[in-house]
């Protein structure tokens, strides 16, 4: 009891000496041998900006406290005060892995408030580019993790197959990477038959590069050694801490929004639900493989079904008009310009909408007054979630694990600080 | 599915539910402040419902005389993939609410982010401190009376 | 230095100065201090097909006593301030600083109360670089810019007190899907 409260002071004097103290704390039992680390928001296992104090005995983790707020940006104070229109390139910058996967998360969000049905063209286009940022994402998280435990030529790898999927949306959309390719209402701009081309060639390719990594990882003994049984979480734990997305999905729940809550034209594909029993770094990794495999065959699939017809819906007062009608006909430069200076007019209402992104369940909660400004934008992020179970899953492990840990759940700050 | 939410509410907890609301396809129960455990409890143990994952946790300043804040949980359950909404209205002159981590520990860093940004504090949470901001900070960011650009020096910069 | 004396007279002269900063130049191991998403981007620079070691830039140390140049690239956040202006202390002189992106170089996108509108507040910046994310060949442009001005400068001048060095958006950028 004495020790709890101990700790709990000595937690508050290392949190209270992140002005360059930490060299002057005192421990005050001079008997006493665990060691707080600070593994500070700036080091090697590229995640971004995490801090974690960690309390050692020996090569122990006896306990462990994340802190966040490295990279908070203020995005729910700046959504109060811009137009609806205005927050969709904030939201590019939210998952900064799979960025388009965010964009088409708000606009969602948005369109269910409003009431908006999109054609069947507008909403196969997002399923592809959702998946392809799926595949771009898992990537970069399979590279870093194996990265971090010490595969180095694995990340280089991933790299060359991203770079692949990065032209077809340079093709697709104008940027490579922070794209805003999503508009209320429908697209940017349409699909072409040069990113059909392209994409068609990428799945040609995947199948082997894959295999590649995989011959490298999947049966390679040190990694093997190094991830199993690490940071462990039970089901039951993971159900009541939040965790959503592969992490979840590791942990035997085979829960997948666009299996359970089907948005856009999921309900009309066929894929598999991954999941694996064991629940520990190694089944995170595997869940991450194979779901990249499965969304190639999305990919397949929704390409093979591409329809025809328009990429916007029809709903003059609240989706912006093409560029050439505005700038030629009357009626779309005043609807250009309302929606624009005063935004679109949304009903007075609470909706939430949320996408199973790479990371997990992101979602959007509006609160709408009326106005062409959101009243309140709540930004779900999985990766706050999936954090917080950071000090289970570290209890207990030695510290070479932790960065094994941090690499499996692979949280992205700029969602968790957002 | 809202029907079965609404009438198995009314059975349970009539007298804690003050208003009930359906917006394209989602319903948004708001409760009594006093009663938002025991009608979170109720929903998590229920074999019906079975509310098991607290989806999200926010607050809203909506800046008003009558309450100025609210509180609101978004809550899934697995067993009938269904959304639900609850809210709670929190005075401006009492800004506490008794804190739902008893029910599900996801409401831990919901509830601190949500300290940290509108300075609600939740009764009961057991590590109350702020999730984003630094902690010698001494406003609260999301309020409506928060300028966007910030108080000046509220944060110090380091020298050039 | 002039090749024509080495065949002339059979030795070079230079000022030891030139040779120095061509030295400097040519191995300017960077720091990488890779915040948010224009750390995706110079991941991206590092990887095979933009492959910032051509240039001199062999490893990315993440410890900065081994460091000459670093690249902040992301949104540096009031509370992240401190840490950079930490780090920016511990590297060992010479050293210059590359502001990637419109969040290092101003705030960005991001006008709000927790983001430095702008790093070169508390830290001297020799390279702007303009992008949201810049792309990697944006990136290696400001690197080859910052390596034509260390051998302008020579070792004389101190930090604070260089020249700043701006790259614009549009810098020659090839067309996309042609390979590099």
Not at chain 1, 172 to 180: E, K, N, V
Not at chain 1, 220 to 236: K, L, T
Not at chain 1, 275 to 295: G, N, Q, W
Request: proline fraction near 6%; glycine fraction near 6%; hydrophobic fraction near 40%.
């Amino acid at each position: 009891m004495a020790a709890k409260a101990a700790d709990e002071q000595k937690k508050s004097q290392i949190l209270a000496a992140l002005e360059d103290q930490d060299t002057n704390v005192s421990i005050d039992d001079p008997l006493e041998n665990t060691m707080v680390l600070n593994m500070g928001p700036q080091h090697p296992a590229t995640h971004g900006v995490l801090r974690l104090l960690i309390k050692l005995d020996g090569e122990t983790v006896v306990a462990a406290v994340p802190e966040l707020g490295y990279l908070h940006r203020g995005y729910e104070k700046i959504a109060e005060n811009g137009t609806y229109h205005e927050f969709i390139p904030h939201t590019d910058r939210l998952d900064y892995l799979s960025p388009i996967s965010n964009n088409v998360a708000y606009v969602m969000a948005v369109e269910k408030l409003l009431g908006i049905d999109l054609p069947g063209r507008a909403k196969y286009i997002r399923v592809l580019v959702c998946e392809m940022a799926r595949i771009a994402s898992h990537l970069v998280a399979a590279g870093s993790m194996a990265m971090d435990v010490g595969a180095l030529t694995v990340l280089l790898w991933t790299f060359r197959e991203r770079e692949k999927l990065l032209d077809i949306y340079d093709v697709l959309c104008g940027a490579r990477f922070t794209t805003s390719y999503t508009r209320i209402g429908g697209l940017q701009q349409d699909w072409t038959p040069q990113c059909t081309a392209m994409l068609r060639t990428f799945l040609e390719e995947f199948g082997a590069d894959l295999a590649e990594v995989e011959t490298l990882l999947s049966t390679n003994r040190i990694f093997i050694d190094r991830c199993e049984g690490v940071g462990y979480i039970s089901p039951a734990d993971s159900i009541a801490w939040g965790l959503t997305g592969p992490n979840l999905r590791a942990a035997g729940i085979p829960r997948d929004l666009r299996r359970d809550v089907p948005y856009l034209v999921y309900n009309d594909l066929d894929f598999n639900v991954i999941t694996l029993p064991e629940s520990d770094a190694l089944a995170r990794f595997y869940v991450r493989i194979a779901e990249m495999k499965e969304s190639a065959r999305i990919l397949r699939q929704a390409l093979d079904r591409l329809p025809g017809g328009p990429f916007n819906a029809f709903a003059p007062k609240r989706v912006l008009p093409r560029k050439e009608r505005t700038y030629t006909r009357m009626e779309e430069l005043i609807h250009d310009f309302m929606l624009i200076n005063l935004g679109i007019d949304p009903p007075v209402g609470e909706v939430y909408q949320g996408i199973e992104s790479s990371k997990g369940e992101l979602g959007f909660s509006i609160v709408s007054d009326g106005t062409g400004q959101p009243w309140r934008l709540k930004i779900r992020s999985p990766s706050t979630c999936n954090l917080s179970v950071l000090p289970i899953m570290l209890k207990g492990g030695m510290i070479s694990d932790i960065v094994a840990v941090i690499g499996s759940i692979d949280p992205v700050m700029g969602e968790a600080d957002k | 599915m809202n029907d079965l939410i609404m009438r198995r509410l009314q059975e349970e907890c009539a007298a804690s539910i003050e208003r009930t609301e359906e917006f394209r396809g989602d319903l948004t129960v708001t409760v009594k402040k006093e009663e938002i455990v025991r009608v979170c409890q109720f929903l998590n143990r229920d074999q019906e419902l079975a509310f098991d994952m607290l989806i999200d946790l926010f607050g809203v300043d909506r800046y008003r005389p009558e309450a100025r804040f609210e509180v609101v949980y978004n809550l899934y359950s697995l067993k009938n993939k269904k959304y639900l909404r609850l809210k709670v209205r929190v005075e401006e002159e009492t800004p506490v609410v008794p804190t739902v981590t008893g029910v599900w520990p996801a409401a831990n860093w919901h509830e601190r982010e949500t300290f940290d940004m509108f300075g609600l504090k939740f009764a009961g949470h057991p590590d109350l401190r702020r999730l984003y901001m630094p902690e010698e900070f001494e406003y609260y960011p999301l309020r409506k009376d928060f300028p966007l650009m910030g108080i000046p020096d509220s944060i110090p910069l380091p020298r050039r | 230095m002039a090749l024509e004396s080495l065949q002339r007279d059979g030795f070079l002269t230079a000022r030891l100065d030139d040779v120095i900063s061509w030295a400097r130049k040519n191995s300017l191991w960077p720091m990488p201090m890779g915040i948010s998403c224009c750390a995706i981007e110079m991941m991206a620079t590092a990887s095979p097909r933009f492959d910032i070691s051509r240039f001199g830039s062999e490893v990315m140390r993440f410890t900065p006593r081994q460091c000459d140049v670093m690249i902040v690239a992301g949104t540096v956040t009031y509370k992240m301030a401190k840490v950079v202006r930490k780090i920016y202390d511990q590297m060992p002189d010479p050293k210059w600083v590359i502001s990637m992106g419109a969040c290092a170089s101003s705030g960005g996108m991001f006008r709000s109360y927790s983001v430095v509108q702008g790093i070169d507040q508390f830290i001297p910046v020799d390279v702007f670089v303009a992008g949201c994310p810049p792309r990697p060949e944006n990136l290696l442009h400001a690197l080859l810019e910052l390596q034509k001005k260390i051998q302008r400068e020579g070792s004389g001048v101190r930090p604070g007190q260089r020249e700043k060095i701006f790259i614009p958006e549009t810098s020659p950028v090839p067309a996309a899907g042609v390979a590099e």
